[in-house]
């Protein structure tokens, strides 16, 4: 099982020269603790890999079981060595670029807003007045990580490998991009910026969306070295909305599946979760999404897959096998 193609470890291999530029070259310092008990990790992984893999060509022969369970744990492995490697260089890299002495864009994400006719302050107020969806609203946004796990285990399940092999491709592009693009549109949040003091709105049981700010502040500190990986690493990319992208790849890529209906219902829980629990404004909600399906598009046309499900999908899935002649 491949869970990905090639390129998206090049493209992993980019981000990390990024950061080892903006280390030697910049105020930035990249604690070594945090990354290197990682890259030890999936090279211990990409050893057992190697091994599976010769293991593997000598159960020809084998049970239809035995195959069957050599690959799906052949996946796990890779997925825990992609898990290790990429998710630490986007984590850094997220960090690193929020660095750049860019003037915060809280004001021109928030007119935007305005002049799309979205009313952020009121939705805000609305979610505040209905207490009774803040657990699902909150468990959905907090554990989006495990909607990604999920869908790619699902999709493993119900034997859509080039569409699991899809999201997967997608997400780190998607991450990827929306990194890029970030760095040019730090904000401190709209929950921030638009309210400020929110000591009025009882019903939250802590403040929500402003979970990054203390690591905002000392990534745009004007003096001094400014150290990354030495805590927590939150999310920092406000536009585009990363959370969206995320909802909306999980539903595009279930699309035709059985695995419709649950991934549908964790979007529609968790993207309206995001202007509040993330601080996000309307706008990057909007990137996020335009971001995902973008990139879903091209990454099922470079892959050969429809990208919208539906009959079509079942349709490909069940074509049959020509007999060689």
Known sequence: MQLCRPYIYLLSAA?????????????????????????MFAFQLALLLVLWVRLGKKLVGASVVILRGHKIAQGVVEGLMMFASIATVLRLLDHATKTFAVPLADEPLARADVMLGLPWLAYFEWVHDHPTLHPAMQWAYYWSDLAVLGIILGLALVRQQTRMKAFIEAFVICSLVSIAIGAFFPARAAVDYLIGDVSAYTNFDHVPGVYHLKALEELRAPFGAILIGDGHLAGMTTFPSLHTAIGVLVVLASLGTRLWVPALAFAVVMIPATPVWGGHYFVDLIGGAAVAVVIWVLVCRSLSIPAFGGWRLRRHVAAPIPSEA
């Open 15 to 39: 981000g990390a020269l990024v950061l080892v530029g903006l280390h030697y070259f910049t105020r930035v310092e990249i604690d070594g603790s945090y990354w290197q008990s990682d890259l």
